[in-house]
């Protein structure tokens, strides 16, 4: 005859190892994110404000609706935070750089450089942008003449936000030379015509170790590579349309306007010469950085190993490969 005691005591003891077996699953989950993190991001895993950024822009908090049209959206003004593990801060006039007067003072030759995250720069601090370092090298060697390069870059902008940027803010701030940034090559996305914004997130709490398996996906996708260039020669004829475009924004407010393809990608080297070609023919400038990246590994130039954004090393192989372009198509001093 079964002794219920004994039935008793076995159904707490299966429940006691479940729960055993439950916490001994989690803290090896606890451990593995943790150590997944470590390898990922190094001290910065320990940082709780840090790793809190550790996501896309649209959860951040960090966008606000854009009364302009055509802008959409735009950076709140006054952020101090991180994102991507950098500082990120955004002046009194919403631009992720350092407060600029509207007005240009004397004996200043000003740049406005409009494009999207690899303009921003996404998890790069902003004294290692690409803009930042042809400002300060300059500034450097210029003595005789103030050098500004205002950043208006905003995550995810796509070329309808960058046209409408440098139309109604990038202009009012009389400068001597556009930089229109092609950030990853990219010309053919989809246009932004209004903010949805999405509801913020605490990226802390995200798990990384799907992001780690997927990350190959990432970096090692040829079928990818090749969808990404028929996609873009493709576009090419809307692209040379947005050319057009700029080239009486130029001559209309006479202002050189440079394309800059901005891209560590040397898998994209054949869809930048299309792009040099149409430019040529609209009568603007124009400045490739991905020549300079042919015998790198783009593992080594991008933020953290599961993001493509490059990092301060590829900015700085950005700066000297625009200011090489610049300086040889007479850009940087005034007409």
């Known amino acids: 005859m079964t002794n219920p005691q004994n039935n008793q005591n076995s159904s707490r003891s299966r429940v006691k190892d479940l729960f055993v077996i439950f916490i001994l699953i989690l803290v090896f989950s606890l451990i593995l994110e943790q150590t997944i993190r470590f390898y990922l991001f190094g001290a910065d895993s320990l940082s709780y404000f840090k790793m809190k950024s550790v996501g896309s822009m649209g959860h951040t908090g960090y966008l606000q609706k854009s009364n302009l049209p055509d802008v959409v959206y735009e950076f709140k003004p006054g952020i101090d935070s991180y994102f991507k593990l950098a500082g990120f801060k955004t002046s009194s006039q919403g631009l992720r750089d350092k407060e600029y007067s509207l007005e240009k003072p004397a004996n200043t030759f000003r740049v406005a450089v409009i494009g999207g995250s690899f303009t921003v720069p996404a998890g790069v601090e902003i004294d290692e942008a690409f803009h930042s370092i042809l400002e300060n090298r300059l500034n450097q060697e210029y003595k005789d003449l103030n050098y500004e390069f205002i950043n208006f870059g905003v995550s995810g902008y796509r070329i309808n936000n960058k046209i409408a940027t440098l139309k109604h803010k990038a202009l009012k701030y009389n400068p001597d030379l556009i930089l229109f940034i092609l950030d990853g090559s990219q010309f053919t ?72 393809v901005l891209d560590h990608d040397y898998t994209h080297y054949e869809l930048s010469g299309e792009i040099k070609q149409l430019a040529e023919m609209n009568n603007l400038y124009h400045s490739n950085t991905i020549p300079s990246f042919q015998d790198t590994n783009i593992r080594d130039l991008t933020i953290y190993n599961i993001d493509i954004h490059p990092n301060a090393e590829a900015n700085r192989i950005f700066a000297d490969a625009i200011y090489n372009d610049l300086k040889i198509q007479s850009l940087l001093n005034k007409k």
């Open 189 to 260: 996305e989809d246009e932004e015509k209004e903010f949805n914004p999405k509801s913020k997130k605490n990226q802390f709490f995200q798990s990384f170790i799907y992001k780690l398996i997927s990350k190959n996906k990432l970096f090692k996708n040829d079928n990818k590579h090749q969808e990404f260039l028929d996609k873009h020669k493709a576009g090419l004829n809307q692209l040379d349309l947005i050319l057009k475009e700029l080239s009486n924004i130029s001559k209309k407010n006479n202002v050189p306007v440079c394309i800059v």
